[in-house]
């Protein structure tokens, strides 16, 4: 069985800036692709930011040069450092990640989600 966890959301102000941290467990062999989304009221779920195994990253216009992903290979963690936060960044954030089990059958996962609310 595999877990992700989120942590680091909650109130900021505009211009602001937050850390989320995803932390994997579980029966893992490897970790490939990770990243983060998000989820606003109304709206569909978009993909923020994606990191590969090898480091490779992607962000979603709306992000780019105010968020950056990296993670921790060794840790099994991905993080989301978000700066310079709009209203419209307002959201629920997920972490995914493409996960080989011990099992080798290779699935995605999602964490439970994180609030981030920017709000003056």
């Known amino acids: 069985q595999v877990q992700l966890v989120e942590s680091g959301g909650g109130l900021v102000q505009p211009g602001g800036s937050l850390r989320l941290s995803c932390a994997a467990s579980?029966?893992?062999?490897?970790?490939?692709?990770m990243g983060w989304y998000r989820q606003a009221p109304g709206k569909q779920r978009e993909l923020v930011a994606v990191i590969t195994s090898g480091g490779s990253t992607n962000y979603a216009d709306s992000v780019k040069g105010r968020f950056t992903i990296s993670r921790d290979n060794a840790k099994k963690m991905v993080y989301l450092q978000m700066n310079s936060l709009k209203s419209e960044d307002t959201a629920v954030y997920y972490c995914?990640?493409?996960?080989?089990?011990?099992?080798?059958?290779?699935?995605?996962?999602w964490g439970q989600g994180t609030q981030v609310t920017v709000s003056s």
């Open positions: 995914h990640a493409d996960i080989q089990t011990t099992t080798l059958i290779t699935l995605g996962y």
């Open positions: 579980g029966s893992i062999f490897r970790i490939n692709a």
